[in-house]
Structures are given as C-alpha cells and as structure tokens.
C-alpha cells in the first residue's frame, strides 16, 4: 500500500519568506499523481497544487511551486513571499493512477504558521 | 464556482445511536468519497463510490458504515451504532472523471458522539 510522510509536523515562516514543506511518498508504481492540500481553521480542504507523475516539470500556481524527485519519492511544496493567510495545515497526498485504485492518501500533515 | 456541500456541520449524537451524514457532490462528478479526521490527526480514507457502488474501502470502514445515493444528487454516510472514537471531522469529496482531477472537498461535518 502506498504510504505518504511528512516529516515536519510544524515549520515556521516569517511573512515575505520562503518556505519549503517535505513529503515523501513509498510506492511500486509508476503512473501517479500528488497533491498538495491547505486546511485553514475553517477546516476546508483546499486543493493548493498537484502534479502528474510523468511530467518532469514541476508544477508551479503563483507563490506555489512543487520540486518533483521522481527517483527519491519526494515532492516539497515551496511557498515564495508568504503570506499570512498562508498559515495553516498542508496535506502532501498520493492517488493511483490505476482504475481500480482510485482514491487519495494523505500525508499526516504539516502545520505552518506565518510571523508577522 | 459549484461546491461540495455537507450537512450539517456539526452533528452531536449518543453513543450506540443512528447517525447519517449528508453530502450534496458537484453535480458533473461521478467520484464520490468520504474522509474522516479525528481532531489533531490526518485525514484518512474511508470510502470510494463510482457507478453506484463502493470501488474501494479502508480498515476503518467496518460493517457500522455504509454509504448510499438515494438519489441523483445526495451521498450519504451511515453510522449505525456510534461509538466514542467515532468522534471526528468527516470530509465528503467528489471529481469528475480523469484520473489527475483532484478533489473536491465539502467544509465536513464534525460528529461528536458522548
């Protein structure tokens, strides 16, 4: 079974700072897709970014960008210039590209927090 | 932009009762899930429903749950005998066909069982 780490339960980032969130990821196949979600206090789940395991390119969505090691089973989230509105929980997730397999596994999660 | 939505937010109910969880999916999707987070923890996969019925389950979701579609719009989440550590923050999630659409998440309903 494909298992999703993220090994930072907590970081920390001063506004206007870039920030870079781990996660790596086990699995034996191929054919994937990752993601990055936010979950502010409100609770909602926010897609953020993601990433098609066979593009070579790292995805970027403004601040966000990913740097995709396709070989190390990593995929980290850098957010350039933060923000305080940055600040929150960010799940790394892994879904199967196989049919039958098509639900989402979630990293335990990384809480960020933005100093003013 | 459409929304997943869940109903209600917030559910408090006693142990060994009946509960059931609502969501309304994005109307184009056929995926549906539902997630559950206990306060603190990750979120993990409960079920996968396509074509009207489960494609995949976890550990976690033993013979108390069960999911329907009554209908073309609602996706709902059963717990028949509620139990303390079902406490938790249950996420429905729905998307569309392809394999890299993500998930669409609803604002959860948080179950609190005493």
């Known amino acids: 079974a494909q298992t999703v780490t993220q090994s930072q339960p907590e970081m920390s980032v001063q506004e206007a700072e870039t920030v870079t969130l781990s996660c790596t990821y086990d699995?034996?196949?191929?054919?994937?897709?990752l993601f990055w979600y936010k979950q502010p206090p409100s609770r909602q789940m926010i897609l953020v970014i993601r990433?098609?395991?066979?593009?070579?390119q790292n995805a970027t969505e403004n601040r966000f960008s990913v740097n995709f090691q396709k070989a190390a089973k990593s995929f980290s989230l850098k957010i350039s210039d933060s923000q305080l509105g940055d600040a929150a929980m960010y799940f790394c997730?892994?879904?199967?590209?196989?049919?039958?397999?098509?639900?989402?596994?979630f990293g335990a999660g990384t809480r960020l927090t933005v100093k003013p | 932009e459409p929304e997943v939505t869940q109903t209600p937010s917030h559910q408090v109910t006693q142990m060994g009762q009946e509960v059931i969880l609502r969501c309304v999916p994005i109307?184009?999707?056929?995926?549906f899930y539902w997630y559950r987070q206990i306060l603190g923890q990750k979120v993990e996969f409960l079920v996968s429903?396509?074509?009207?019925?489960?494609?995949?389950k976890s550990e976690i979701f033993d013979d108390q749950f069960s999911v329907e579609r009554p209908d073309g719009s609602n996706f709902t989440l059963k717990i028949r005998s509620t139990k303390l550590e079902d406490s938790a923050m249950y996420f429905c999630?729905?998307?569309?066909?392809?394999?890299?659409?993500?998930?669409?998440f609803g604002n959860g309903t948080r179950l609190t069982v005493t």
């Open positions: 997730a892994y879904r199967s590209a196989l049919a039958n397999n098509n639900d989402m596994r």
């Open positions: 109307s184009n999707h056929l995926y």
């Open positions: 429903f396509y074509n009207n019925e489960i494609s995949e």
């Open positions: 999630a729905s998307r569309r066909q392809g394999y890299n659409s993500p998930l669409h």
């Open positions: 699995t034996s196949e191929s054919d994937y897709y």
């Open positions: 990433q098609e395991a066979y593009k070579q």
